[in-house]
């Protein structure tokens, strides 16, 4: 007799601790859920704002943008005076790189030499694109140039930063060819590397591989970072 209502308490303690462990296990899993859920709402509603700051961006620029339109047509049509502003302000954004440009001119190909023995390709030196790029600007007839598609600006840096050349912030690799576009007269570009000892018989001597081209038409792309002036007036 004893034996068996033992076993009753027994019974029922494991029944407790049975319902006691289920019910510990839902509201665990209820918490989880409620917790999931929270983040979930969380991460949407981030999103759900994010988007909105992108559409209304999206809008305060291209209203800015019908503005300058609005602005630079009226400016076309309003008289010969404003006519001339217009064409300046053209012509400055041209000197700024800010448009693309096509033209003729000369195309300038340096490839590094390659070590034979390694198979290896050396590299092109910063300096050598720079002066490069110094002697089209002193001959006063390139009116744009490029390297490799970054366009040349005042306010473009060329440096060498480890392995690599950087360009405009861009990248570029000096063991593979650097391509040199200038925006002018073909033949006056060209005749600038035609004197005995020019710079590109120097960058040759040193086993590059050069070459100089004109060309009917060149295509220069615009200035891809924004100008942003904070101490000008």
Known sequence: ???????????????????????????NRSTQIKSSSRQYEDMTKEIESLNKQKDELNLVVKEYQDKVDEYEKAVANDSTAAKKM????????????????????????????????????????????????????????????SINGERFTGRTAIREVGNV?????????????????????????????????????????????VSRDKKDNVTILKYGKSLDFKYIK
């Open 1 to 27: 007799m004893k034996k068996f209502v033992s076993q009753i308490w027994i019974g029922l303690i494991c029944v407790i601790l049975g319902f006691m462990i289920t019910f510990q296990f839902k509201a």
């Open 165 to 209: 050349i950087k360009i405009n912030d861009n990248r570029i690799d000096p063991t593979q060819k650097v391509v040199i576009k200038a925006i002018g007269n073909p033949d006056l570009l060209f005749s600038a590397f035609s004197i005995p000892g020019n710079i590109l018989e120097s960058i040759a001597s040193n086993g590059f591989i």
């Open 86 to 145: 217009k064409d300046e302000l053209d012509n400055l954004r041209k000197l700024a790189g800010l448009e693309e440009d096509n033209g003729p001119g000369l195309e300038i190909t340096i490839s590094p030499p390659v070590d034979v023995t390694q198979s290896v390709y050396n590299s092109i030196g910063y300096d050598t694109i720079l002066m490069v790029v110094n002697e089209l600007n002193s001959t006063n007839e390139a009116e744009a140039i």
